[in-house]
Structures are given as structure tokens and as C-alpha cells.
Nanobody, 130 residues
Framework: QVQLVESGGGLVQAGGSLRLSCAAS????????MGWFRQALGKEREFVAT????????????SYADSVKGRFTISRDNAKNTLYLQMSSLKPEDTAVYYC???????????????????WGQGTQVTVSS
């Protein structure tokens, strides 16, 4: 069983930065695909970024939603079983609850879908003021 706990959310002014963390339990973290999603008030949960496990030669492929590309960076520290999301140049429209998700097996075709992920954290609120 994988348990995920997010932290690092908060209130920040537009143009500012935040780094979210997701601490994961379980010994197979390094071979899991890990993703970040967000859900704004009254909207559906949407894909933000993913670090997809693709094998022992290349290891990971990172992908981003167009709305955050160039501003957000996903990374992972397998020694600490922790996933990160570095967010820069934040905009008011980035305001949402951010969720960490994990999947033991995933494809490029499904990695942006919430249905592809088996494990979810409780979420952390990010609020960007204008």
C-alpha cells in the first residue's frame, strides 16, 4: 500500500514561487509513475505534471500541462521517497488544491488521466493573490 502526504502549499503573490513536496511510503517508489494534479473550486481535477517510469535505461520521462510548461518543474528524490513540484511565476489561475498521485504502471496515453492513478494524497492548498 502506498500512502502519499503533500506539503508546502500556502498563500503567495502573483509572480512568486512555491515548492510542493509529496512524501511517499513504500519500497517501490522509484519505479512508480508519480504525478501532480490540481482542482480549483468548482472545477474538475486536472493534470499538472508527471514523472513517468519508463525503465531501467532511461528511468523517467517528465511531462507537463501546457498551462504550466516553463513555469513548473517536477522532480523526485528516490532516496527520500519524495516527489516535488517547483512552481515559479505563479498566477492567480494556479490557485487550487494540489494533489500528488502514484501509479505502478501507466502509459503515455493515459498518464494525464486521473483514472490511471491508484493512490492519492489528501491535497495541499495553493492560493495565488493578484
Amino acid at each position: 500500500q502506498v500512502q502519499l502526504v503533500e506539503s508546502g502549499g500556502g498563500l503567495v503573490q502573483a509572480g512568486g514561487s512555491l515548492r510542493l513536496s509529496c512524501a511517499a511510503s513504500g519500497r517501490t517508489f522509484s519505479t512508480y509513475t508519480m504525478g501532480w494534479f490540481r482542482q480549483a473550486l468548482g472545477k474538475e481535477r486536472e493534470f499538472v505534471a508527471t514523472s513517468r517510469w519508463i525503465g531501467f535505461s532511461t528511468y523517467y520521462a517528465d511531462s507537463y500541462a501546457d498551462s504550466v510548461k516553463g513555469r513548473f518543474t517536477i522532480s523526485r528524490d528516490n532516496a527520500k521517497n519524495t516527489l516535488y513540484l517547483q512552481m515559479s511565476s505563479l498566477k492567480p489561475e494556479d490557485t487550487a488544491v494540489y494533489y500528488c498521485a502514484a501509479a505502478p504502471s501507466i502509459t503515455a496515453a493515459t498518464m494525464r488521466s486521473t483514472h490511471a492513478y491508484e493512490h492519492w494524497g489528501q491535497g495541499t492548498q495553493v492560493t495565488v493573490s493578484s
